[in-house]
């Protein structure tokens, strides 16, 4: 008889666990007013660097006119501005602003404060708050190694 896990259950019930997390954690609002296609375009921003409206918006698939009203929002808020393409002068590059990189931490720190406070909540023993700071490491392994 073998006691190993069996590797098809670990992954289901990990992806079932970690989907309802970062469902659950995205549904509950926080303060930084970012709606979650400006944070989505706002982050590939912050980790790509900057590119023009319609690449962001083949990036993260959607419309360019839907990627443009993300962006003017955006820009009429000071979290990103427009520069000539150094290459080719007839298009413009987006970048975040240092503001807008501020309004990225905000928001980063906000959903993580919920989570200490699920975790402080009395609802984990500390044994279980034991395990989970031993799961973390294993968990960016794995999202590396996918």
């Not at 955006?74 to 970048?95: A, C, F």
């Amino acid at each position: 008889m073998n006691d190993d896990p069996d590797p098809d259950e670990v992954a289901s019930v990990l992806l079932a666990g970690i989907s309802g997390l970062v469902r659950r954690v995205r549904q509950v609002p926080v303060d930084g007013g970012l709606t979650m296609p400006e944070r989505t375009a706002l982050s590939r921003l912050d980790r790509s660097g900057p590119t023009t409206s319609s690449a962001l918006a083949r990036q993260v698939q959607i419309t360019a006119q839907a990627m443009g009203a993300t962006l003017s929002a955006l820009r009429t808020r000071g979290l990103v501005e427009r520069h000539p393409d150094p290459n080719d002068g007839r298009r413009m590059v987006l970048s975040v602003t240092d503001a807008g990189v501020q309004a990225l931490k905000d928001k980063r720190n906000a959903r993580a404060e919920l989570i200490a406070r699920s975790l402080t909540s009395g609802a984990f023993t500390p044994a279980e708050l034991e395990q989970l700071a031993s799961a973390a490491p294993l968990l960016e392994r794995l999202a590396q190694n996918i």
